[in-house]
């Protein structure tokens, strides 16, 4: 694993998440391969308004979607734009031939934190940022950008909605993975049932175990766990932590033959990348302004000297809500 460097654990998730390659955090339907629709039109539609030789700054780029957008709009437009890309985290932009062209005229950096990025004031024609500028310190954040922008760029933001799809299933895992991990501790529960059975690796050598009291004790109470957990996220929409929780439990299905050394592995990995998980579905929810937070983040920005130009709601078909698109005239 790599390490980022300050802002300590949720940088580390962010690191970890972005070494997969995917270039964005959607690992599922839409936005798989990058950001398109009606999220595509808005970018470019942004990118349309800048003339030959601007720059663009991305702050929080992960690993590079908008960059990737902005370089296809220079090529599709014929035009020539700087584009840089920072985030705090250590990124890994993927290795699809495709994407690595697109990007190859990008500059993307690692360990730039957004608050302070160390570049020279009056570089930028347009700062972009999505899902990202409320994960930082907005105010801080807020007099970095105003300090890189040129007079009169533009810095665009869109920002997790307290109603989207993405943030609505960000509360619900984060509370499914912390009980999951925390209350019911089913990795540890795993792990101490190998302990005693982990070598018994053929159905005789199981066979022994069958009324072995402690095994038995702790079967019991990881079927427990597990109905606990199918309860609590009843009602749910489809639950990716309990399709983890169930994945412990190969260690004694499709991975009963392996030697118990392997099973344990197994078990700690699973719950480190669950654990990863949980924190970035924590740093989504917490990232999110409700209403007035919002309104008082946009009172602050103008206080910075930036102008409100336009505010609306992004979505993605009729009424699923993406988040909220926020253009400021600096
Ligand atoms: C939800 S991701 C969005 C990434 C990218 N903009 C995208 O749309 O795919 C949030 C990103 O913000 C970054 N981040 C959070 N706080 C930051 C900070 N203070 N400075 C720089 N990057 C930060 C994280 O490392 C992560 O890559």
Redesign the pocket.
């Known amino acids: 694993m790599s390490r980022a460097t300050g802002?300590g654990q949720?940088?580390q998730a962010?690191s970890d998440f972005?070494q997969h390659g995917s270039?964005?955090?959607f690992f599922q339907g839409s936005f798989q391969t990058g950001?398109d629709g009606p999220v595509a039109d808005f970018w470019n539609a942004v990118f349309d308004e800048l003339d030959d030789d601007r720059a663009i700054l991305?702050?929080?780029?992960?690993?590079g979607?908008?960059p990737y957008l902005a370089a296809a709009r220079a090529e599709a437009l014929g035009r020539n734009w700087q584009i840089v890309g920072?985030?705090?985290?250590i990124?890994h932009p993927s290795s699809d031939p495709r994407v690595r062209a697109m990007l190859s005229g990008v500059m993307l950096h690692s360990g730039?934190?957004?608050?302070q990025t160390g570049m020279p004031a009056d570089s930028f024609d347009l700062i972009t940022?999505?899902?990202?500028f409320e994960?930082?310190?907005p105010q801080a954040?807020g007099r970095e950008a105003r300090r890189l922008l040129k007079p009169g760029g533009r810095l665009v933001l869109v920002m997790h909605h307290p109603e989207s799809a993405v943030v609505r299933q960000a509360r619900r895992d984060y509370r499914q993975t912390r009980r999951c991990l925390f209350e019911e501790q089913l990795d540890r529960k795993v792990i101490d049932l190998l302990d005693i059975v982990g070598d018994a690796r053929s159905s005789q050598a199981r066979a022994r175990f069958r009324h072995h009291r402690q095994a038995e004790r702790l079967r019991h109470e990881i079927n427990r766990s597990m109905q606990r957990l199918i309860d609590s996220a009843r009602g749910e929409d489809d639950s990716q932590t309990y399709r983890v929780a169930q994945s412990f439990l190969r260690v004694f299905a499709d991975l009963v033959d392996r030697p118990k050394r392997e099973k344990v592995e197994f078990v700690r990995q699973s719950r480190d990348s669950l654990e990863a998980y949980s924190r970035r579905m924590q740093?989504?929810a917490r990232a999110t302004m409700d209403q007035a937070a919002h309104a008082e983040f946009i009172e602050n920005m103008k206080v910075l000297g930036l102008e409100l130009e336009d505010e609306r709601e992004l979505k993605y078909g009729a009424d699923d809500l993406i988040g909220r698109a926020v253009l400021f005239r600096g």
Do not use: R
Request: proline content about 0%.
């Open positions: 802002h949720q940088a962010w972005w270039l964005t955090t950001y991305d702050l929080a780029t992960g690993n979607a908008i920072v985030d705090y985290a990124i730039v934190s957004m608050e940022s999505h899902f990202g994960y930082a310190d954040a740093s989504m």
